[in-house]
């Protein structure tokens, strides 16, 4: 194997080793166990013989595997006999379970508010409202579950929420901005679900796919109090200058109305308890791991970085440019690892386009060393979910083969960078990483590998 080739191979073993480390099944089975009567949640025990029904409901792109791993830890007899369960998730997730109805609450690739996400969230709030006190609803949620769980407060419509999600979307909101709106828009969201659950106890396993994991923002919070505002949310539009009729005048309406209005959410139940299963930062560390036993050095540059995904392929760059010609001191050969969510900011423009953050990160990376060349490099990023923006890849790898044949072809990336349409460059010359959906979701893992 030439060099190119194994350094593609070591990024994309790399890359999946942090992906497997937060495969949902996997994290689902670790935080429930069942011996006989006794179920473990969390550490906190219960008698089957003392609960009545067992409510499995959700959203999100891990939806399937957790769900998926719910039955089986309870087992074929008390799924048959207590389960009933409801989750959405992208419609390529869905599968046939038990007793755990999976549902198409969004088309694959598509992340927005859809009817059949209503229609899905509908039959969620009618389980929940329908335990008693001697029940247990477990709750599962991950990343894509703000889009997965639409429940719009009337007057407002799913129109309106669609508009109010391309808006923020397309002008580069961050998840966090996206979802202090989205909450307060919705039935469901900021603590809704919770609120609405008249289950004796309430526990939600999550997957993590905000930084920081804060618990009110993934999936925008269903079981969690919202600490957020509608004066919040009107200062999130405002930031972007939303006006008629990019966002619905009916919607800024509604929020300045309830602001002044000083709207307050009825008390929190007491019965609920929220548990992070996963997150980016065992992807990395499980990816650390992986490159270690392949004999790179690791430089860890954590699970936090944001800003703009060109701003930060050619930071990434430029940084492997300086280890591999020895301008910055280090022991070669290196991993560079990095997680978190990057924002892609749209250019106007009537020009088809495709592409995602991740395959943006790449292609500016590979610009930027278009001029140095990339002999000793390989650059990969991709969605933790299997996929990157509205395309059916999960982001792209780019090296001195992939150099090789973009010079080759003539083909420049800057006309691509500039109408973010990375997806039709990476797919001329073979970059794209394609992995389906794995049926987990903690943001974004990015391997970068440089041996001189």
Known sequence: MNEPHKLRADALAIWTAGVDAVRSDRLVRSAISRSGDALTVRGRPFSLSDLGRIAV??????????????????GSDVVARRVDGWVNVPADCVR????????????????EPTAEGVAGTGHILEIVR??????????????????????????????????????????????RELNTVRKRLSQIKGGGLARACAAGTLISLVISDIIGDPLDMIASGPTYPDPATDADALAVLDKFRAQSPDVPRRVLDYLEEAARASRVAPPFPGNVENHIIGSNTTAVGAAADKARALGYHVISLGSDNTGQADGEGRALAERCRRLRDGEEPASLPICLLSGGEPVVRLAKTDAP????RNQELVLAGLDALQTRGMDGIVLLAGGTDGEDGPTDAAGAVADADLLRIVRQTNLDPKPFLEINDSYTFF??????????????????????????
């Open 57 to 74: 409901v959700g959203a999100g792109k891990a939806g399937a595997g957790m769900a998926m791993a719910v039955e089986e830890v309870l």
């Open 427 to 452: 797919d001329r010359v073979g970059g794209l990483l394609k992995t389906g959906p794995t049926h987990t979701n903690v943001m974004d893992l990015r391997v970068a590998l440089v041996v001189g």
């Open 130 to 175: 329908s335990l008693t006190d001697r029940d247990l609803c477990l709750v599962l949620l991950s990343g894509g579950g703000s889009a997965l769980l639409p429940a719009p407060i009337p007057p407002l419509t799913l129109q309106d929420k669609q508009a109010v999600t391309r808006f923020l979307m397309n002008r580069g909101a961050t998840i």
């Open 353 to 356: 386009r495709k592409g995602g």
């Open 96 to 111: 046939q379970l038990q007793r755990i109805r999976l549902h198409a609450g969004r088309p694959a690739g598509v992340n």
